[in-house]
């Protein structure tokens, strides 16, 4: 069977082709999403934009599974010592009132190793599925990511995750300038703040579509 | 005279070193800026935002150049066989209505050699300055900026240009991730539509200055 489809988006159809998709998870972590985490425990985030994607998520990996597409999650995470947080970085989250490494109930913020760090319990990788740590927010530095894509021949790159305008965005913009074609599923992103998401959003439709592609996860399961 | 100052912004304080810092004006290209290039001509976008960026930019050089501030300047350029421009951004271009290549009144759109390619008359660099073809919206990509600026000991980056949520934004989260110290001034970043801008500004902001820091052309000068 052909394994190229057109999928419906908010502005150009999207040309996926099912045998060299992979399904990005970005940064389902308890630290963001659990009400024990880091976020909501510390700094009294509301995550219930967070938490309302992880069903859909849910859906969309078990979707991704029987069609015997790769599923790659992400964690936002850092040594014990740091080490690999850029004096930058480390200066932007102290500014915003959340410096790496801070102790919370779950222990130190974005440390690996430490449970605030590790995805939730909700979406756990499969044996044969990818987990990547990441150091910046996009998820093509400091990784291995690119070169695991080059090496399945993955041209194609389907985008859930949190937050939309950090880490998605971010990881989006940067596959797309490398060549890989991006869909995003808006209704499997969240921010905290909904017009964060829907900033982030608008910047991907932005230039009538030469920036990028958004749809939702139920144009991708009735178009497959 | 120590070359340490912190900068005013729309959150928290930039803490600027002079002495490590460049200057990026981003893309101000004829097809993108001049009423014969094509975006003006071909695609009869209202240019008028892009061109009022035009003489604080200037400005902003002025006082770079008179700190002894490295200024470069990026254009978003493809060879003339478009072997550079990957299949996946020129599926983008042509969705958007604008293929790469595509001839307009001013040469080929955005096609290294031709006039609309070049930066406008008002912003050339002196000799003693840089300027960088890109292929990507990110300038980081295909290029040897990173290693430029390593090579200079430039930790802070100052950004203007356009268009703000594609390659100013692009080239902004990248630089970041990659440990610079980004700066935007968006009284000196425009966008053809003013939302566009505006949610390109909205994601630096965003997660209470985990991103991005934000300020104006006039904090800049005035704190320094």
Redesign the interface.
Known sequence: MNSHRLIQTR??AF?IDLDHTALLVIDLQNDFCHTDGFCSHRLGADISNVRNIIPRIQKVIDWARQHGMLVIYTRESHKPDLSDA????Q???E????PLGTLGKMGRFLIQGDRGCELIDELQPLETELQIDKP???AF?GTNLEAGLRQRNTTHLLFTGV?T??CV??SY??A??????GLLLEDCCA?Y?I??H???I??LL???????WVTTSEQVLTAI
Chains 1, 2 share one sequence.
């Open positions: 502005r150009h040309p850029t004096p930058c970085k200066l932007r989250y500014n915003a009132g959340y910046a927010q996009s530095i937050t305008e950090c965005l971010g913009r940067h797309s300038d490398l060549g890989f074609y921010a703040q017009q964060e829907q900033s982030a608008e910047v932005g230039e009538n579509g030469a920036i990028g």
